[in-house]
């Protein structure tokens, strides 16, 4: 998976989980669940959606890798 | 025959908008079966019928806005009825009213009172716009008739028999209207206003000037009539027929008044008081992380999870903390059906009920709390979690804070609030160690508890979570 591919997987499953949350606003570097104000239901929502979409199985001390779109596109393409 | 009405989705709410139909006349249903989409300042809801049946006729438009308890179809009972209402919530026992039963205590009468008749009084609020065309079409005068509905709400059958017992033309006109063949009825549309309004020339002529469509008018004038003052009127919307504000800032506006009337009424009447502890979580915790490393990534469970369960679980044995007080009366709730708070990020809160909420396994829990809280954000809940939430509990803890003493959801008689997970020193079987804690609160109606069954709540809801693995 390329970094824009990546980013743009990051970015529909945020705006699954948070419809109503402007995420073109979110800073690459920012954490994710304050800037979105995800709770940690929204926050499992997100995992399950990047498991769904990759296949990965992104075990629970993984999440803090997951902290901001940076974190997460890096996590995604460095894995398998 | 029954009367389908606009059910309370929350003590909050005053009025409804129904932005869908999802059944016609003829059309069978099921008790539990979702029929209809309303629209409210909160969200969007999708209404069940508490009743199965056929439906017969259905009395309001898509788009049109009415007040809870106003009859939005008539379905014609597969069974026996007892009352004359159908939207009481499905689990909580036939002693208590709904949470439909007690909007505003000043205008609207509670569930058990619905079958006898209220004095006359005057009721625009409570009034179908199909009543009020029928009234007007009779010549029937509204403001002296007493209701049977729901809130002492008048129906179609009081405008009836009022126009039977005056007027021998009208009774003839109404029975046509009513004794249509079935196979007729089955495939009749919703009633259009297609009648001839009585109204004065001056009325007509303003309309005419206005662009005002009298048939959609209720007449002030002698027998219903529409007089001139009722068209100008009519520009100017009544609150109540307002369509819910298109505007997302003015939903938003909608919902922080609603909140805040509902808030300064829960202030005003109910003598909280406040209770808090600290409970150490690092079992609790130990076992989540313990558990969740052999689970899928879809099977997880959060934290928020055990606090559900062990406060439904405490609730069991202290039933003062569930429940419904209305006009001074303490009805317990059988089925524990905890509120679940969650704000939106578009400003708001709204706590639908997770049913049975004590009788669910940790992974039915957790399914049910994604779901709820996915539904809530999109705004899709359906009008039970709305009405019958029996406890609230409202985790602020991610924010940061580490307690949060809360405001009690009218009628209900309790709220329980958990704050941030922190590490603290502890002492532990004479041992100092650092332990993960959680700050619980509660605050309940001194009306129905005393701080003496508080603190046994608090310390139940401590106790089972000291023992993850059984809950």
Not at chain 2, 147 to 175: F, I, L, N, Y
Not at chain 2, 361 to 372: G, N
């Amino acid at each position: 998976m390329t970094s824009d591919e990546a980013r743009q997987l990051i970015r529909s499953v945020l705006h699954q989980v948070a419809p109503e949350a402007d995420i073109d606003d979110v800073g690459e570097g920012e954490t994710l669940q304050e800037a979105l104000d995800l709770d940690s239901i929204d926050f499992l929502n997100f995992v399950v959606g990047l498991h769904e979409e990759t296949g990965l199985e992104i075990p629970e001390h993984d999440y803090p890798q997951l902290s901001s779109v940076e974190g997460c596109v890096a996590y995604l393409t460095s894995a398998r | 025959m029954g009367d389908f009405t606009m059910p309370s989705l929350g003590a909050d709410m005053e009025a409804g908008t129904v932005s869908q139909w999802l059944v016609k006349p003829g059309d069978e249903v099921q008790r539990g079966d979702v029929i209809a989409v309303v629209e409210t300042e909160k969200s969007t809801i999708e209404v069940e019928i508490f009743e199965s049946g056929t439906i017969d006729e259905l009395l309001v438009h898509e788009g049109e806005r009415v007040p809870v308890g106003a009859v939005l179809a008539h379905v014609i009972s597969r069974a026996p009825r007892a009352v004359a209402t159908t939207t009481s919530p499905s689990s909580v026992t036939n002693a208590v009213p709904p949470a439909a039963a007690i909007t505003d205590t000043d205008r609207v009468t509670v569930a058990t009172t619905v079958t006898t008749p209220t004095p006359a009084t005057p009721h625009p609020a409570v009034l179908s716009p199909v009543v009020r065309h029928l009234a007007e079409r009779l010549g029937v005068d509204l403001v002296t008739l007493p209701g049977s509905g729901p809130g002492g709400a008048v129906t179609r059958h009081d405008v009836e028999q009022a126009a039977r017992r005056t007027d021998d033309e009208a009774r003839v006109r109404t029975r046509a209207a009513e004794r249509k063949p079935k196979s007729k009825r089955k495939v009749a549309a919703p009633p259009q206003p297609v009648h001839r309004v009585a109204s004065s020339p001056l009325a007509r002529r303003r309309a005419a000037e206005l662009g005002v469509d009298l048939s959609a008018l209720r007449g002030t004038g002698p027998h219903g009539s529409v007089i001139e003052r009722d068209v100008q009127r009519a520009r100017a919307p009544a609150p109540v027929e307002q369509a819910i504000p298109a505007e997302a800032e003015d939903r938003q506006a909608a919902m922080r008044r609603a909140i805040g009337a509902l808030m300064a009424r829960s202030k005003r009447e109910i003598p909280h008081y406040y209770l808090s502890t600290t409970i150490d979580l690092t079992a609790a915790m130990a076992w989540l992380t313990q558990a969740n490393v052999e689970r899928p990534v879809t099977a997880r469970l959060v934290l928020p999870v055990l606090l559900l369960k062990a406060t439904a679980c405490a609730v069991e044995r202290v039933p003062e903390m569930n429940g419904f007080l209305i006009d001074g009366t303490f009805h317990p709730s059988e089925a524990v059906h905890i509120g679940v708070a969650v704000s939106l990020r578009t400003g708001g809160v709204i706590a639908p009920a997770i049913h049975n909420t004590a009788r669910l396994s940790l992974d039915e829990m957790m399914t049910a709390l994604r779901d709820l809280v996915g539904r809530a954000r999109t705004g899709i809940l359906r009008s039970s979690e709305m009405s019958d939430p029996t406890i609230t509990v409202t985790n602020l803890g991610e924010l940061g804070v580490e307690a949060v003493f809360g405001v009690i959801y009218p009628p209900q008689v309790a709220l329980v609030g958990f704050g941030r997970v922190t590490e603290q020193p502890w002492a532990h079987d004479g041992m100092l160690g650092v332990r993960q804690c959680v700050t619980a609160t509660l605050s309940a109606d001194h009306r129905v508890s005393d701080g003496h069954r508080g603190a046994r709540f608090l310390a139940e809801i401590d106790r089972l979570l000291q023992e993850p693995e059984k809950l």
